[in-house]
């Protein structure tokens, strides 16, 4: 079979895979995060080589190819991660003959209309690099490495917290990082490897972890680990009430821990990537997809020349814009009677903004934080009210130092005036980093309300509103206007409860006598916030209450060591919150 894809995949050797480059892996230079065109990419296909299909990996991080909805060949998206992308990436599939994704996604596409969609396992594991290390002890109980992101991982951090409590009995390592062969030698150094989900997914650690001889802990409710390994012979599937006793009874039975990990390893190596993709061609080679017929027809929005694929390739994981102020400009002027594209343009402007700003002359920086302030005014021409551009315009206004104007705005979206639909609350927001709240939650809105428009256009609203009064409480305190920010922080925790900067934030000014209590509410939903941990320091010391604030700074610093959270600044900043201790004792 032959694969045109914009990525390197584990093909076997009766596959014949070339990357967009028309090179094949190893010896291409292409950057998947080029935004190239269909065209470009099939004239220099060499002669003769027609392929079976072509296939697009990770579209959510990588631009699909201009005018692919043009492609005389079966267009293929595998489809992993992308619940940060809800309002585009749907309409951009539209795009495609066929679409493989994990069972929630599947779901999820199903609610939105698609039916060209089918599941297939997307990651599977390289032996050449995922293996038993002869010699190498299994010196931790049990390990993790991933996410701490409250934003993406509320249901993991939970268990992580859980996980390290038992620290005292059993030796646990919790990273928040750790890559390469490094990553491969703490997997194979660790008797128990934990793993908690986002989607219910046989994600990459599922594979990774047996693979190196571990015994993999996920979670019991786990839509696909049943597909691959069985519960209880070759894996071990906890719930909220059996954790700990799980944990603690394989820790404590050694010869069964070993059994169950040693026929999980020889389980999972029926599932490398090459052989899961060799499984994946079979079920293209069975759909005989003709080119076109699924294809679907995409809004005038996203159809329009230029902008769909520019809001893409502008935005990726890291939040960096492409381009030039001109080319958003002239995207922009192609969109003066779409309040949605000129909010986008306008975010755009302000992310490459803040990703040159270090680098761009300081008379500069005010012009186009203008210039987005200008889309933003247009778009509320047309549609006024819209509150999507009214929290960007907001943002606009903060970077020109016009607060009371900010905060004019951020009311107006903290108290809409009437209920609005589901229409008023797409589109991109400021700042679209990957640690932003709103990011996440934006999209999380959609994804647990789809297809039931007024609870969609509800709780996106709450979603707003809440990051609408994190800026507002800001730029109170700012001014000093300490009262207001109480009202504002303590109106975002009772929005999201589960968020801990609401709730810490108004700790720091509230009341003395519920400070405490916030503070440890916001911990509990967050065991792992380094910024509510800085906060509470902060209130400690100011409190004077100097032998606890030593004593959770001891407890901090343990903490981080354990994570490899550690970074020189922020080693720098809790160094001197020791030092503001020891000076005042």
């Not at 080589?49 to 005389?72: G, H, N, T």
């Not at 061609?281 to 996203?302: F, K, T």
């Amino acid at each position: 079979m032959k694969i045109l894809s914009n990525l390197p995949l584990p093909h076997p050797d009766d596959c014949e895979l070339l990357l967009f480059d028309n090179k094949p892996d190893g010896q291409s230079s292409h950057d998947p995060r080029t935004l190239l065109t269909l065209s470009r990419i099939l004239d220099h296909l060499p002669t003769g080589w027609i392929p079976d299909a072509v296939i697009l990996k990770s579209p959510y991080y990588y631009p699909m190819p201009l005018e692919i909805e043009r492609c005389p060949f079966p267009t293929i998206a595998l489809l992993d991660d992308w619940f940060g992308g809800v309002d585009y990436l749907p309409d951009n599939l539209r795009r495609v003959d066929y679409i493989f994704t994990d069972r929630t996604s599947l779901d999820v596409l199903a609610k939105m209309g698609f039916s060209n969609v089918g599941y297939g396992p997307l990651f599977g594991f390289d032996p050449g690099r995922f293996r038993r290390i002869d010699g190498l002890p299994r010196m931790y109980d049990v390990t993790f490495t991933g996410s701490f992101n409250s934003n993406i991982q509320t249901d993991r951090l939970p268990y992580l917290r859980r996980l390290a409590e038992l620290d005292k009995r059993f030796h646990i390592r919790l990273c928040h990082s750790l890559w390469g062969d490094e990553y491969v030698r703490v997997l194979s150094q660790s008797k128990i490897v934990f793993n908690r989900t986002i989607k219910g997914e046989m994600n990459m650690r599922a594979f990774e972890a047996p693979a190196c001889g571990a015994l993999l802990f996920i979670e019991e409710e786990n839509k696909e680990i049943r597909d691959f390994l069985e519960p209880g012979r070759e894996c071990v599937c906890y719930n909220d009430h059996t954790f700990e006793d799980l944990l603690t009874y394989y820790l404590e039975h050694e010869d069964q821990r070993a059994s169950i990990a040693e026929a999980g390893w020889r389980r999972i190596q029926d599932f490398s990537g090459a052989r899961l993709f060799s499984q994946l061609c079979d079920s293209i080679r069975e759909l005989r997809l003709r080119p076109g017929v699924n294809r679907q027809s995409i809004p005038a929005y996203h159809a329009s020349a230029g902008h769909r694929d520019f809001v893409q390739v502008s935005l990726s994981l890291r939040g960096r814009a492409e381009g030039t102020i001109e080319k958003i400009q002239e995207i922009a002027s192609r969109q003066d009677c779409n309040p949605m594209a000129l909010n986008d343009c306008a975010v755009i402007m302000l992310v490459y903004l803040e990703d040159r700003i270090q680098s761009m002359p300081a008379e500069a920086q005010p012009e186009v934080a203008r210039s987005a302030l200008a889309l933003c005014d247009a778009a509320l021409t047309i549609a006024p009210g819209y509150p999507v551009v009214r929290f960007n315009r907001a943002q606009a206004l903060c970077l020109l130092d016009r607060a009371d104007e900010a905060i004019a705005e951020f009311a107006g979206v903290l108290q809409p005036q009437k209920p609005l639909p589901f229409e008023a609350y797409k589109g991109l927001t400021y700042p679209v980093h990957y640690n932003f709240p709103l990011r996440h939650r934006w999209s999380g809105a959609l994804l647990s309300t789809v297809p039931r428009e007024p609870e969609m256009a509800a709780s996106r609203q709450r979603v707003l509103a809440y990051a609408a009064a994190l800026c507002l409480g800001g730029l109170y305190e700012k001014k000093n206007n300490i009262t207001e920010a109480a009202v504002c922080y303590r109106r975002a925790a009772e929005l999201l409860p589960d968020d801990p900067a609401g709730m810490s934030r108004y700790a720091m000014i509230s009341e003395v006598d519920k400070s405490d209590e916030l503070f440890r509410n916001a911990m509990n939903v967050n065991p792992f916030a380094v910024d509510v941990w800085q906060r509470y320091l902060r209130f400690l010391f100011e409190q004077g209450r100097i032998d606890e604030g030593k004593e959770f700074l001891d407890s901090c610093m343990l903490c981080l060591s354990r994570l490899q959270m550690t970074t020189k600044d922020l080693l720098d900043e809790f160094e001197l919150f020791r030092r503001m201790f020891e000076v005042f004792d």
